[in-house]
């Protein structure tokens, strides 16, 4: 069985007769270099990309979005993703972010395509991905790989591929008040970009490296 993570193999290793490790590819695209943003030019705008779901955490995120808002803090929580209307987290989210909405600190973008994908990265300078679980965590490696600084939830694939990533902070997967914390104290030195993180995910995702992977398996 062929894993896409460390995670994955943990699952699956005590009824295969084989496994490997091979990580998904990011899209060639994405590891192209960004735009040029002097620092401090860019508005403070953290990604959620992701399935609006319970397993993704979004409405909770929400909670997170209003502390720092409390606080005095300027910021703006954009959300994106796949969101089933019939669904009854799905429900509650849309109508929890609609007065955040109008205040101008979060914002529930809908589904965007591939193509829309890496301006939206780009015009971000933070990303916060808090999975209750996660197999791998393409975005997170696709937000890294546009050097966003991300937050994000030490569990499977996640750990993995921002556990020793640039400026990456990671907390235990209910750790609400440190992400809160940690949010807040980035923003408030001028919410930077990564420092190296987009050569770093070249370095482990890009086409040639898993391509050669498969070819050694």
Not at 142 to 170: C, W
């Amino acid at each position: 069985v062929i894993c896409n993570s460390i995670y994955t193999e943990n699952l699956v290793r005590s009824r295969a007769r084989k496994t490997w490790v091979v990580y998904p590819a990011l899209r060639s695209a994405f590891l192209e270099p960004g735009p040029d943003h002097p620092a401090g030019a860019q508005s403070c705008v953290l990604l959620n990309i992701g399935v609006i779901s319970s397993r993704k955490r979004q409405l909770e995120l929400l909670d997170v979005a209003e502390a720092l808002h409390r606080q005095g803090l300027k910021f703006e929580f954009r959300f994106i993703g796949t969101a089933n209307a019939s669904d009854d987290y799905v429900t509650a989210f849309l109508k929890r972010i609609k007065p955040m909405e109008a205040a101008g600190y979060a914002r529930y973008l809908g589904r965007v395509t591939a193509e829309e994908l890496i301006p939206n990265y780009d015009s971000a300078t933070g990303m916060v991905h808090f999975s209750s679980e996660e197999a791998f965590g393409l975005n997170v490696a696709e937000g890294l790989a546009r050097n966003l600084k991300m937050f994000g939830s030490r569990v499977g694939g996640i750990a993995e591929i921002a556990g020793d990533a640039p400026d990456a902070e990671l907390f235990a997967k209910n750790d609400w008040a440190g992400l809160t914390t940690a949010i807040a104290r980035w923003i408030e030195q001028g919410h930077p970009k990564a420092d190296g993180a987009a050569a770093v995910m070249r370095q482990r995702y890009h086409p040639e490296v898993v391509a050669q992977r498969h070819l050694e398996i």
